[in-house]
């Protein structure tokens, strides 16, 4: 069963544009939802995380917007730039034990 | 070296051969986890070392044996694979198993023929 899901599989974005990635969840013991970015031959790196307290945290051009009475939340990536273009993925644990993936959404962002 | 690597970073094997996959933690963690990731779907976690412990065997077939000698190494042996068991195996670690921030390494890609 999986718990993490993730929309859309894929977006294509023009460069200065917003992306929009959304991820819902059933879980309500979770309490910790990082996004990781995956480039072609790496492994996921942390992009940025929130904690249920908070409805929303921003870090330079990319933003997540969390909704816990609907639990989902979302990320926002301003001005989009073609270096953006990697995978995505939202997770979500409970007490930082074993993270629950989505299922990666691909971001081609065009010049 | 920094971070956490893994090798082979490629790997093609029969479904008689055995191999073995490596990987290193240069953070000075105690928690480990193998990870399989497949095309269009989530991360699926495969196993979870805690100072050298297993602390989770998430239904994985017999087949993927890990080992843990340390909490800075981290080892899966390979045999009698199948074809669907072609992926990217990602080995990841965090300062605790009940770390939040996973650091996850580039991956090994693994076909089986």
């Known amino acids: 069963q999986q718990q993490v899901k993730q929309s859309p599989q894929s977006l294509i974005v023009q460069k200065g544009g917003i992306s929009i990635i959304n991820c819902a969840y059933e879980?309500?013991?979770?309490?910790?939802f990082p996004w990781y970015q995956q480039f072609p031959g790496k492994g996921p790196a942390l992009l940025i995380a929130?904690?249920?307290?908070?409805s929303e945290k921003k870090e330079g051009r990319f933003t997540i917007s969390f909704n816990k009475s609907a639990k989902q939340f979302s990320l926002h990536i301003m001005d989009s730039q073609p270096g953006d273009s990697a995978t995505y993925f939202c997770a979500a644990t409970a007490a930082g034990y074993a993270l629950n993936f989505g299922k990666g959404t691909s971001l081609l962002v065009t010049p | 070296e920094t971070g956490v690597t893994q090798t082979p970073r490629h790997l093609v094997m029969g479904m008689t051969n055995k191999k073995s996959l490596k990987c290193e933690q240069h953070?000075?963690?105690?928690?480990m986890y193998w990870y399989k990731q497949s095309a269009k779907k989530p991360l699926e976690l495969m196993f979870v070392y805690n100072f050298k412990e297993q602390t989770e065997n998430n239904s994985v077939p017999s087949r993927f044996s890990p080992e843990c000698p340390n909490s800075s190494h981290l080892f899966l042996h390979l045999h009698t694979l199948q074809p669907e068991d072609s992926a990217l195996y990602l080995c990841?670690?965090?300062?605790?198993?009940?770390?939040?921030?996973?650091?996850f390494g580039p991956g090994t890609r693994l076909t089986v023929t």
């Open positions: 990841a670690s965090t300062p605790g198993v009940w770390g939040y921030e996973q650091y």
């Open positions: 953070l000075g963690h105690n928690a």
């Open positions: 879980n309500t013991a979770f309490d910790y």
């Open positions: 929130i904690r249920p307290d908070v």
